[in-house]
Nanobody
Framework: QVQLVESGGGLVQAGGSLRLSCAASGRTLRSSAMGWFRQAFGKEREFVAVISSTGGSTSYADSLKGRFTISRDNAKNTMYLQMNSLKPEDAAVYYC?????????????????WGQGTQVTVSS
């Protein structure tokens, strides 16, 4: 069984940065695509970014390109999300997810494992 644990969330001022981590345990995820999603209060969960199993392919939500960077360290079984120039509208619970396939997808329904989420709050 795979467990995903997010960390790195917190309170930051608008314009600031945070780095989220997603640590996996249970088995290696070096063959798995992994992604970040977020859900703001009262809104549906939305795609943020995804990275292929090797890290060679990434994709981002159009509104986040240039501010967010997804990466992974397969030796540590960990994925990251560097978030810069944060805006109040970025506030949400951020979830990491992994799928048994190594191919990227933006569809949350195609992920097999989910973390519990980490809260990101951005003050204006």
């Amino acid at each position: 069984q795979v467990q995903l644990v997010e960390s790195g969330g917190g309170l930051v001022q608008a314009g600031g940065s945070l780095r989220l981590s997603c640590a996996a345990s249970g088995r290696t995820l070096r063959s798995s695509a992994m992604g970040w999603f977020r859900q703001a209060f009262g809104k549906e969960r939305e795609f943020v970014a995804v990275i292929s199993s090797t890290g060679g392919s990434t994709s981002y939500a159009d509104s986040l390109k240039g501010r967010f960077t997804i990466s992974r360290d397969n030796a540590k079984n960990t994925m990251y999300l560097q978030m810069n120039s944060l805006k109040p509208e970025d506030a949400a619970v951020y979830y990491c997810a992994a799928r048994n396939s190594g191919r990227v997808t933006k569809e949350p329904g195609e992920y097999d494992y989910w973390g519990q989420g980490t809260q990101v709050t951005v003050s204006s």
